[in-house]
């Protein structure tokens, strides 16, 4: 089984940076596609970003050019570095692991998650 822990959340400016963290415990297959959603008040969960094995990356649009994905395969953990943030990237933070990357990337079919972090970013 497979436990993950975010940390790193908080409260910054429009404009200003924070960086996720989220370890994973467990099997290492068990993680092979690691990533990160988010949720907003009244809103559906919504993919950020995602990061296999290989270090292949997928952005959605909305964050391209701000937001930056990595991990370590050896410890098993995988970073978000938030940049430019905005005040409509605020909301919970979720970080998800399975055993492989989908075509699509969406908040269904993900093996693990966690239990979330909250960013706030005011104007």
């Known amino acids: 089984q497979v436990q993950l822990v975010e940390s790193g959340g908080g409260s910054v400016q429009a404009g200003g940076s924070l960086t996720l963290s989220c370890a994973a415990s467990?099997?290492?297959?068990?993680?092979?596609?690691m990533a990160w959603f988010r949720q907003s008040p009244g809103k559906e969960r919504e993919a950020v970003a995602r990061i296999d094995r290989e270090e292949s990356k997928f952005y959605v649009d909305s964050v391209k050019g701000r937001f930056t994905i990595s991990r370590d395969n050896a410890r098993n953990t995988v970073s978000l570095q938030m940049n430019s943030l905005r005040p409509e990237d605020t909301a919970i933070y979720y970080c998800?692991?399975?055993?492989?990357?989908?075509?699509?990337?969406?908040?269904?079919?993900?093996?693990?998650w966690g239990q979330g972090t909250q960013v706030n970013v005011s104007p």
């Open positions: 467990g099997p290492s297959r068990q993680v092979n596609c």
């Open positions: 998800a692991a399975h055993r492989f990357c989908r075509y699509a990337f969406s908040p269904e079919g993900w093996d693990y």
